[in-house]
């Protein structure tokens, strides 16, 4: 039996069975036969035959088709049974590119010859056929149908594309082919092959694969499904090629294609733009939105000290990124970024992978969070100065190859341009407006200005003559054109002026001003100052420029300045205080009559000399530099005294006063007026020697009335002790009181430095203490509150206080808490809103309600009334919670006594 497997393509179904028949005959039994039309592509495709045996008509057209079409879509060998072969048949069959023909009817010898033909090429090609595999470009493949995709067999390209060798693959012996395909394209392929076997069609598919060093390829793959002849899916072959060079060639050529759409479009935008931060906004924009970049920005490196890089403009995937890079160009950490560099170095810098760059480490994490993975920065330059950079971020690693580099500084070439056409166009419009605006004053100064502008041609007539000289000279505007200014001169001036003007036609004259008198229309003549100068060279003027300036209002200045010279100088010399007059660095200038007569110098001998080497002062030099340098620092000092020594030798007081001359802020001298105090210091001497006389007789006098009191007091203590009747005891105890509250005032005078005021507090404090001694209270049972502001009074007012005080606080002691019951009494005084407020209280059992303090027969509280009288005060009574009495006063005003 013979095993080829045939199928017979006959239109006539008794040809076909009688070429079945005959076929069979020759010991072939695998054979099948279709008929022309739709179902022969199908049935070929499942039957998968080794021959096709075609029997054609030549005359029909369809049949001739259908061959070609099995011969377009499949490799069989085919086999042409033809009834004739002449020319038109051997034409027509060209098209099919057929080698095999058999004529009708069908010669066993001649198809068994046919057929061993075929079987002979067909070995010759699977010999062939591992050869041609080992030199495929890429992997031949057979494999299963699985979810592994195990290899049955793999051709020697297999190392080549995965870097796995046959051996490891085939059956899965090390590792399936499902594992080298990238994980993110593994569903991919199997929907690509699963819709080619739905289809019994071949599929092609392009992923990734990871080969055994990690590396990531790209592959093209075509293959298909090989089914039985009950259309069972058999196992899959087909041709595995590595295109990743060709992937990367696509990309870089699409990368550069990208480049090239922006540099076009940022051209156009250069040309477009006539604003410096827009057209830097829309560069940035282009290269985000056309060129795909994650971030682009543009920043412009400061000259200061830290170096930084202040952004301008930026687009796309910023999200605060440059506030927190905080960038710099400076050669330290900070400036170790591409952006640092680039402007540093002048030149293009690059980080193709920035998460791996050393030193990019200070800001990778930020990087990374913005999906930033390398960067391109490119200095911009103008005129060869470094004014910045232009920063792009690629969202992939290695996004900048040597050509799309290339076509980026082409860009930062041409921005840097724009940038220096608009800055160039924005400053020579600046320049036009500054000249527009210059011109514009020119032309008002020279129809409003106050002096005599002139131009005068090269044979000296007038050829420009401004509208001042109406109004200054009285000529009506334009009469003078065409004349000599010379017919204008006063005759005695008239030689000087013409022979100054000459040296001016020489260019032997620089511009010295000339004074002469020029006259008016109506006659007269003023004194004018005159400046010329050659601009005959000069294109736009061509002649002499006389600027003719009148000053008549000077000289008459000058005039007064000479009369006020003299009457300062008249002032200066006559004054008989001590004047000398310094410059500002301390060196006399000139001093008058009365410094040189007490000194006993001549004015030679002090000017031109510094102010310290005259050694005539008593104090500490030092001290009137401190003063100098106060008044230069604009400090301001008070006049104060010092010595000085005369020409005897002689200690003078002296009342200085220092005051700055000033030419525009700035101090040009100073004036020193010393006015002679030694006459008052010595009347002030003897005034302090006799004031202290006095001082220490009123120091005496208080002492010698304490010691009377306190005599006074004793002798009332001493008295009080032999008299048996209790009332008369408190009569001479109160007496005694008051007698030393008046003591302790002049006690406080004698021993303080003011003989005329007393601390009142201090008072207060030592007299209630002394109360307390005097009734023999108990502190613990009875409190003192003493709420006092530091006050001083006077003589006349702190003696009837101080009874007031006594007298009040004894009755608390002696009547407010019978049987030596507990409670407290309270001293207030404070200064409120312009007089004196003195609270006394306590809370004790408190004053009859029927009794009248005002006009009673207590001799304490009429003493009491007597003396608020006495210092014009007022009181108040208060009887709620025991009782409080509110004084108010005022000091009373005596005359100081010495």
Request: glycine share 4%; aromatic share 8%; hydrophobic share 35%.
């Amino acid at each position: 039996m013979i095993s080829n497997r045939i199928i017979i393509v006959e239109n006539n179904t008794i040809s076909a069975n009688e070429i079945r028949v005959a076929i069979e005959y020759l010991g072939y039994e695998d054979i099948r036969v279709v008929y022309f039309g739709k179902e022969v592509l199908k049935e070929l495709n499942l039957f998968n035959p080794d021959i096709v045996l075609i029997s054609i008509n030549v005359d029909k057209i369809n049949e001739i088709e259908t061959a070609n079409k099995i011969k377009q879509n499949f490799e069989f060998p085919i086999i042409y049974l033809i009834d004739k072969c002449d020319e038109k048949f051997i034409e027509k069959s060209l098209l099919t590119e057929t080698d095999y023909y058999i004529l009708k009817p069908l010669n066993g010898t001649a198809f068994n010859n046919t057929i061993n033909i075929i079987n002979k090429k067909l070995n010759e090609n699977k010999e062939m056929l591992p050869k041609l595999m080992d030199n495929l470009p890429g992997m031949a493949y057979h494999c299963k149908n699985d979810q592994n995709w195990t290899m049955e067999f793999v051709s020697s390209g297999c190392y080549a594309l995965t870097g796995y060798k046959e051996s490891n693959i085939i059956l899965n012996k090390k590792i399936s082919y499902n594992s080298i395909i990238h994980p993110e394209d593994r569903s991919k392929v199997k929907k690509a092959v699963d819709k080619g076997l739905n289809k019994k069609k071949s599929y092609e598919i392009t992923y990734r694969i990871i080969t055994a060093n990690n590396k990531i390829k790209y592959v093209w793959e075509q293959g298909r499904g090989i089914f039985s002849e009950k259309n069972e899916l058999l196992f899959l072959e087909g041709l595995i090629l590595d295109i990743t060079q060709h992937k990367k060639t696509e990309k870089k050529l699409k990368r550069y294609n990208r480049a090239l759409r922006v540099i076009s479009e940022c051209n156009q935008v250069l040309v477009r733009s006539n604003n410096e931060t827009e057209l830097l906004k829309q560069i940035c924009n282009v290269l985000v939105d056309m060129g795909q970049y994650i971030f682009a920005w543009i920043g412009f490196a400061e000259d200061n000290k830290e170096k930084s890089v202040t952004p301008i403009v930026h687009s796309g995937k910023e999200n605060g990124y440059l506030e927190i890079a905080n960038l710099s160009w400076a050669n330290n950490k900070r400036g170790s970024s591409t952006v640092g560099k680039s402007i540093r170095t002048g030149k293009t810098t690059i980080f193709n992978n920035m998460l791996e760059e050393p030193n990019f480490s200070i800001w990778r994490d930020e990087a990374h969070k913005r999906g930033y993975e390398s960067v391109i920065s490119l200095p911009l330059k103008i005129n060869s100065n470094i004014i910045g950079m232009l920063a792009i971020y690629s969202s992939e690693t290695d996004a900048f190859d040597t050509e799309e580099v290339k076509l980026l500084e082409e860009l930062a070439y041409d921005l840097s341009y724009g940038v220096n056409a608009l800055r160039t166009k924005k400053e020579n419009e600046k320049i036009q407006k500054s000249l527009k605006e210059s011109e514009e004053r020119f032309r008002k100064l020279i129809q409003n200005s106050s002096d005599l502008i002139r131009i005068l041609d090269k044979e000296g007539r007038i050829i420009f003559d401004s509208p001042s000289s109406a109004r200054i000279l009285g000529y009506p505007e334009g009469s003078l054109l065409g004349k000599s200014p010379l017919d204008f001169i006063h005759p005695d001036d008239y030689d000087k002026v013409k022979t100054d003007l000459q040296q001016v036609f020489d260019y032997t004259n620089p511009g010295i001003p000339t004074e002469f008198r020029i006259r008016k229309a109506n006659g007269a003549y003023i004194p004018v100052e005159s400046v010329s100068q050659n601009l005959t060279n000069v294109p736009s003027i061509n002649g002499i420029v006389v600027t003719t300036h009148p000053i008549k209002e000077r000289k008459e200045m000058e005039d007064a300045l000479r009369k006020s010279e003299k009457r300062y100088r008249t002032l200066f010399e006559a004054d008989p205080n001590y004047n000398i007059l310094l410059d500002a660095n301390g060196v006399i200038l000139d001093v008058n009559d009365a410094t040189i007569n007490v000194l006993g110098l001549s004015k030679e001998n002090m000017v031109g000399k510094h102010f310290t080497e005259l050694k005539i002062f008593e104090d500490n030099i030092n001290f009137y530099r401190e003063r100098f340098h106060k008044i230069s620092s604009e400090k301001i000092i008070k006049p104060f005294e010092s010595m000085l020594l005369d020409k005897y030798g002689n200690i003078r007081h002296i009342y200085i006063q220092i005051s700055p001359i000033r030419d525009n802020k700035n101090i040009s001298f100073f004036l020193i007026i010393a006015i002679d105090i030694t006459e008052q210091k010595e009347f002030e001497n003897a005034l302090k020697n006799s004031v202290k006389e006095k001082e220490v007789l009123v120091q005496e006098i208080h002492h010698r009335v304490k010691n009377n009191m306190q005599i006074i007091s004793s002798l009332l203590n001493l008295q009080s002790r032999y008299v048996e009747d209790d009332e008369a005891v408190d009569v001479l105890k109160e007496s005694q009181n008051r007698v030393k509250s008046m003591a302790m005032i002049h006690e406080k005078l004698y021993q303080s430095e003011d003989l005329t005021n007393i601390n009142f507090k201090e008072y207060i404090i030592s007299l209630i203490s002394n109360l307390f001694y005097s009734y023999n209270i108990d502190k613990n049972k009875i409190k003192k509150i003493i709420d006092i502001e530091e006050i001083k009074l006077n003589m006349e007012t702190a003696i009837p206080c101080g009874l007031i005080i006594s007298e009040l606080i004894s009755n608390s002691l002696k009547y407010a808490f019978p049987n030596r019951i507990g409670g407290q009494i309270t001293v207030f005084l404070k200064f409120i809103e312009e007089e004196y407020v003195l609270t006394i209280s306590d809370n004790g059992i408190g004053l009859s309600d029927e009794l009248d303090f005002k006009n009673t027969d207590s001799l304490g509280l009429q003493l009491v009334n007597s003396l608020i009288n006495q210092i014009d005060g007022e009181i108040e009574l208060n009887k709620n919670h025991g009782t409080t009495f509110i004084i108010r006063f005022k000091e009373l005003k005596y005359a100081k006594r010495l």
